[in-house]
């Protein structure tokens, strides 16, 4: 059994819909709470004096390389 360990590995969140409409909806919706979220993980860092880290998101859009 191996170690449990936190992934240094970022965040990789796949969106997928029935049709473009949809996919650009669900996309703004996931960027708009993942913007939200990294709002208030800085906040808290703020808070309990922990350096800021810089949060952005990185959108990639179609198939990965690899991804086959």
């Given at each position: 059994h191996g170690e449990?360990?936190?992934s240094t590995d970022p965040l990789m969140l796949c969106v997928s819909a029935p049709d473009a409409a949809s996919?650009?909806?669900a996309s703004h919706l996931v960027?708009?709470?993942?913007?939200r979220v990294y709002d208030e993980y800085?906040?808290?860092?703020?808070?309990?004096?922990?350096?800021?880290?810089?949060?952005?998101?990185?959108?990639?859009?179609g198939l990965r390389p690899g991804s086959l």
């Open positions: 449990m360990r936190e996919y650009a909806e960027r708009r709470l993942l913007e800085r906040a808290a860092c703020v808070v309990a004096n922990r350096p800021v880290p810089e949060l952005c998101i990185d959108v990639h859009e």
